[in-house]
């Protein structure tokens, strides 16, 4: 199975790719370097897109002023958080499905959730080329990539938990994320980032 058929494929049959995918003999090393290899890519894409699109377009007043700044405009830290976002998401997929009795493995986790950075990579191109023509249309692009990137995600989770409902996966891993996202932004509130009120900062 060629290279440009798994990426195909990963839109019409992702289960079947991410069985293979998750099935692949590896070791460390090599899912590393792949781990690091897509964070880079990812992270030169959202640069590039960043510097074409947003750059000369965003008011530095709201929320995404102060984000633009301190991450957006940095490629070195902002690789650094793609790369621990990848295993922040294996994590959530190993040990979430764990309190549902799954048997997954972190390392089994962490190649579904490469393989999917990887396919993002083509639909990060493909939403910038859509901004160019049409952003309101591109906008509507970027809702659904989110959702069809969670229901990936929700896919792997099956194939290596050895669920059996993706629908159920998706629902209890949406709320998961929710709760998370929603307990780190309380803390850092508490420590004194004020993320909800600091939306006129401005570095």
Known sequence: MTLANLVLRSFFSPKSVLGYVVNLDLN??????????????????????????????????????????????????????????????TTLLTYGGRLFSGTGSFFNALKGVVWVHFVLIFINLGLFIAIQL?????????ILTNFWIMWLLSESAVKI???????????????????????????????????????????
Do not use: C
Not at 76 to 88: A, N, P, T, W
Not at 134 to 142: E, W
Not at 163 to 184: D, E, K, N, P
């Open 28 to 89: 460390w090393r090599t899912l590393i370097e792949a781990t690091l290899f897509v964070s880079i890519v990812n992270t030169l894409l959202t640069h590039l897109f960043n510097t074409v699109t947003y750059s000369a377009n965003i008011d530095e007043e709201t929320l995404f002023g102060p984000y633009l700044d301190l991450v957006l405009n940095r490629p070195f830290l902002l690789s650094i958080i793609e790369f621990g976002k990848i295993f922040f998401i």
């Open 134 to 142: 049409n952003i309101t249309l591109a906008g509507y692009l970027i």
């Open 161 to 203: 938990h050895n669920f059996r409902s993706t629908f159920m996966v998706f629902a209890v891993g949406f709320v998961l994320f929710i709760l998370v996202i929603a307990t780190l932004v309380q803390i850092m509130d508490s420590l004194g980032f004020g993320l909800l009120e600091r939306a006129g900062f401005r570095a």
